[in-house]
């Protein structure tokens, strides 16, 4: 059984709690203008706290951002894609390797893609992971599909170890204006690691939560 570092490497600790790098094309949709009150400010909060709550309950982000769209009618049908960018992706900075027990022999890939619910955009994540933990179809699947890391690595039964999730926008801490409710490009951020039923790592995730998980129609 692997056991994952007690204290995480300090330039990998930096890189957690450093701003993500976001990809350069292809912002994120917005969400359908709300009012910009108190009540929609905590309605807007009470949504963002329960998505956290859901994510952090949940081991795949793509089937819980399924159900999150499926329950609020975003994109018809409700189905998360992963769209990749290519030009964005680097090689396993070091801490990552260590946090994945990856020598420097050992193969790490960088998959880095938006998932996206019909036209809406709901987060951006970079997903460094470890191909000979999984099996040859799986990454012939990553390979060339645009099928969500989660959804091709379901067989695995795997684990998520969450090691930050952090809220971006805090509306109801802000007073309203009056005007449109003016949502961020990102609204929560979380990085995590996979594992194995025995706890061995395979796969590093940055996530950053865009407006589009609230595009959907203001509460009454």
């Known amino acids: ?57 949940q081991p795949s982000a793509t089937l819980t951002l399924e159900r999150w769209c499926g ?5 018809d049908p409700a189905l998360v894609r992963a769209e990749r960018e290519r030009a964005g992706e ?6 990552v390797r260590a946090l994945l027990g990856a020598d420097a022999q050992t193969p790490v890939r960088h998959r880095r893609v938006r998932l996206t619910c019909g036209a809406i955009v709901l987060s951006e ?54 005007g449109t409710l003016e949502v961020p490009r990102f609204v929560l951020a979380h990085r995590a690691v996979l594992t194995l039923p025995d706890g061995t790592p395979f796969s590093a995730l940055i996530e950053r939560y865009t407006s589009g998980v609230l595009a959907f129609p203001a509460p009454k």
């Open 1 to 57: 059984m692997f056991v994952l570092p007690a204290v995480l490497p300090l330039v990998f600790l930096a890189c957690l709690l450093a701003p993500a790098r976001a990809l350069e094309s292809g912002a994120p949709s917005p969400a359908e203008p709300w009012p910009d009150t108190a009540a929609m400010r905590r309605a807007a909060q009470d949504f963002i706290d329960e998505l956290n709550r859901t994510l952090l309950a």
């Open 71 to 75: 329950a609020r009618g975003i994109g």
């Open 90 to 95: 680097d090689p396993a900075p070091q801490e």
């Open 125 to 178: 994540a970079d997903n460094y992971y470890r191909p000979d933990r999984l099996t040859d179809e799986m990454n012939a699947i990553l390979d060339t599909t645009d099928t969500p890391f989660g959804k091709v690595v379901r067989p695995l039964d795997f684990r998520r170890r969450t090691l930050e999730a952090r809220l971006l926008w805090r509306p109801a801490e802000e007073a309203p204006s009056s």
